[in-house]
């Protein structure tokens, strides 16, 4: 089966999620050559469900009956691996990873907004999937908690640690889809102002997306540290002279 994880982050700013339209196309691309079931799956930090409805992705199950498409909150759902990251004293400390994006029957393409963040600059595909992959609790916990946290531990530990957990997930990840069609600078991942790109960048590279993401913002990629790091390690390729980038040049969509 497929998942399509969005980015969910924020239930008031539809800047910072990723756009229903770009699920929709998503899902129209894959009519034609995968027949279904497809879910879409995130783990927000606010309710899951209640940034579904907020920003329409509760209709688009309806829209697509014939990919089967079904709407999962990863938090709810509470299935979990572990993966040991740094703490602010560099000690590890366990966080419990959302088990469906480690799924080796699951083909998972990311839909990722192009934002700017506030502590690791730009967030594109691999900050999407590697802080919605973490759970915190669910409607059902009679506790609030959150392993989302455990990764704001300061500025170094926090490039590093998504760059373990990228290492983790990158043997599960399929496609990404970074929707750069309005994209969002500022006080990301959860406020800022529109920026009209009008652009879209695919791949089966998440990391060499992302690479091609920040030269579109005009980013040095070297202040990206998790993304520098995910191309040292061999998550994927970082290199912008190795990635065949096709369509535009990145020149031409450049903007700063």
Known sequence: YVVVKPNVVSLIQPLATSHAD????????????????????????????????????VKVPAEHRDREVS?????????????????????????????????????VICAAAMKTHNAVVATLSVKNMALGAPLRSGPKDSARWSDK?????????????????????????GA??????????????????????????????????DRVGVEAMGINPEWVGYLSYCGATGVG????AKIDVRGAKVAEVRRP
């Open 22 to 57: 770009a699920l929709n196309g998503i899902l129209d691309f894959l009519a034609p050559r995968f027949k279904g079931p497809v879910v879409i799956a995130e783990s927000s930090a606010a309710n899951t469900f209640a940034g579904y409805e907020q920003f329409g992705y």
């Open 71 to 107: 709407l999962v909150d990863l938090n709810a759902e509470g299935r979990y691996e572990t993966l040991q990251i740094l703490d602010d004293h560099l000690h590890l400390q366990p966080v419990r990873l959302a088990a469906r994006l480690l799924d080796p029957d699951a083909y």
């Open 149 to 173: 946290r455990r990764y704001h531990v300061g500025i170094r530990q926090m490039h590093y640690n998504i760059m373990l957990t990228a290492q983790r997930m990158r043997p599960f990840w």
């Open 176 to 209: 990404t889809v970074i929707d750069g069609f309005e994209g969002m600078e500022g006080n990301g991942p959860n406020s800022g102002l529109p920026v009209p790109s009008r652009l879209a960048i695919a791949s089966t590279d998440y990391v060499a997306a």
């Open 237 to 240: 390729q970082y290199d912008l």
